[in-house]
């Protein structure tokens, strides 16, 4: 059974930084297309960032300069690094997983974490 645990969210102030983690289990981590994407109440969900292995596919215009994933695949997790944080950052952020061909951080994902609310406030 495919398995997705976030954590590390939490109230951060604007400008600092803070590091999610998806714990993935029940695939082939060392393959899967893995990626990041964020969702405010009352709108749509957003991708953010995708990886096929160790290897970035595609990120939104949004994470370029301040969002970085990586990927430790001895621990099947995934990480993403979020700088120089603005209120408007603040959302629930996902990790999901596609076990189809095509990894973007646009694809219909098959699998999905629960979340972890990222908060940034002064």
């Known amino acids: 059974q495919v398995r997705l645990v976030e954590s590390g969210g939490g109230s951060v102030q604007p400008g600092g930084s803070v590091t999610l983690s998806c714990s993935a289990s029940?695939?082939?981590?060392?393959?899967?297309?893995m990626a990041w994407f964020r969702q405010v109440p009352g709108k749509r969900r957003e991708g953010l960032i995708a990886?096929?292995?160790?290897?970035?596919?595609s990120y939104a215009d949004i994470v370029a300069g301040r969002f970085t994933a990586s990927k430790d695949n001895a621990n099947n997790t995934m990480y993403l690094q979020l700088n120089n944080l603005k209120p408007e950052d603040t959302a629930t952020y996902y990790c999901?997983?596609?076990?189809?061909?095509?990894?973007?951080?646009?694809?219909?994902?098959?699998?999905w974490g629960q979340g972890t609310q990222v908060t940034i406030s002064s």
């Open positions: 990886m096929h292995g160790s290897s970035l596919t």
């Open positions: 029940g695939f082939t981590e060392n393959t899967a297309c």
């Open positions: 999901a997983a596609r076990s189809r061909p095509g990894c973007t951080y646009v694809a219909a994902m098959d699998y």
